[in-house]
């Protein structure tokens, strides 16, 4: 009886202790770690969103960009923080998806060591061909490359990387051969497209805009589940007869596994009021994202389901890292 007494007023003095961190919070500031180096998407992303975020909480939010090892860096470190809600993963495609589909090992669980707290936003690629390919569709590119197995090249910014496995996906759904031409970076990659040395690229629609508008590259199909305004006429992969095909380049936050169940609510709540509000909507717009609020539950099914597509992908393609 002492034992059980022991215990109940254990846990109501741990409740006790919760309720009052839930209603005092935040009250200093919070630190978001980003996988990236400044300047990239994930950055350029999270600090428009956080920005918002620490105004609606009342409390800087400080970014710490903590680049490395295709995120895994900044990944581990937000993993092995103290889970007081004060620090969290500004993740991405890579940190939770990507590489735990091509690493034999990584330092971390992408599942076991975070708790969800909401989907931000995802940026479409979009399938492009250089204008001297005889193809105008997505079915013209599978037909010619059956016909002519080996002989495309496609250029990508490098092993694992979203155009790489993008392309993959699109190999392993339509079994037509077309071989991979890696490059140091998203740049060389382009201009080797743009200069005829490959002859397709599946990439971010945003770097891709003006090349398109110019007619330096066709493209062929986005691969969202639906059309972007941007470019309202290119087709989807799924309408062009790709079933199953989407990919789309994603944004996220995370807390370390155990934060509290109060905070967690408290910072989706403010995350998807910012990204349903028509201001946030236009200036996401503006740096090709599409906002995408979730519940931490549905970030999580979310993160299982992208992990077992890249995790074929991988397998398929024959991918995996060290």
């Not at 428009?48 to 995120?71: H, M, Y």
């Not at 250089?130 to 090249?153: F, M, R, S, Y």
């Not at 599409?290 to 979310?302: G, I, K, N, Q, W």
């Amino acid at each position: 009886m002492r034992n059980a007494a022991l215990a109940l007023g254990l846990v109501l003095v741990l409740a006790s202790v919760a309720g009052v961190h839930a209603q005092t919070y935040p009250n200093r500031p919070l630190r978001a770690i980003v996988p990236i180096a400044p300047g990239g998407g994930t950055d350029t992303t999270g600090r428009l969103v956080l920005t918002r975020l620490g105004e609606a909480l009342g409390q800087q939010i400080v970014v710490d960009n903590r680049a490395g090892a295709s995120g895994s860096i900044g990944a581990v470190i937000a993993a092995k923080a103290l889970p007081d809600g004060y620090t969290f993963l500004f993740g991405s495609i890579s940190t939770h998806a990507v590489n735990p589909a091509m690493y034999k090992k990584l330092p971390y669980d992408h599942i076991k060591d975070f708790a969800p707290v909401a989907l931000i936003g995802k940026v479409p690629n979009v399938l492009v061909v250089h204008p001297a390919l005889p193809v105008k569709t997505v079915a013209d590119l599978i037909k010619h490359a059956k016909a002519n197995p080996g002989k495309i090249n496609y250029g990508s910014s490098g092993v694992g990387s979203p155009p790489h496995l993008s392309m993959e996906l699109l190999k392993s759904i339509t079994g037509v051969n077309i071989l991979h031409v890696p490059y140091k970076g998203a740049g060389p990659a382009l201009a080797e497209l743009l200069g005829g040395q490959t002859q397709v690229m599946c990439t971010s629609l945003a770097g891709q805009l003006p090349h398109i508008r110019a007619g330096r590259v066709r493209p062929l199909a986005v691969t969202t589940a639906k059309r972007n305004a941007q470019v309202p006429d290119v087709p989807t992969m799924i309408e062009s007869g790709v079933p199953g095909y989407e990919v789309t380049i994603w944004y996220a936050v995370f807390f370390p596994a155990g934060a509290p169940r109060a905070v967690i609510a408290r910072l989706n709540s403010e995350l998807v009021k910012i990204l349903n509000g028509a201001d946030m909507k236009e200036r996401m717009a503006q740096i090709g994202v599409d906002p995408t609020p979730s519940t931490p539950e549905e970030l999580a099914a979310f993160v299982k389901a992208e992990t077992i597509k890249y995790t074929k992908v991988a397998q398929d393609a024959g991918i995996k890292l060290e």
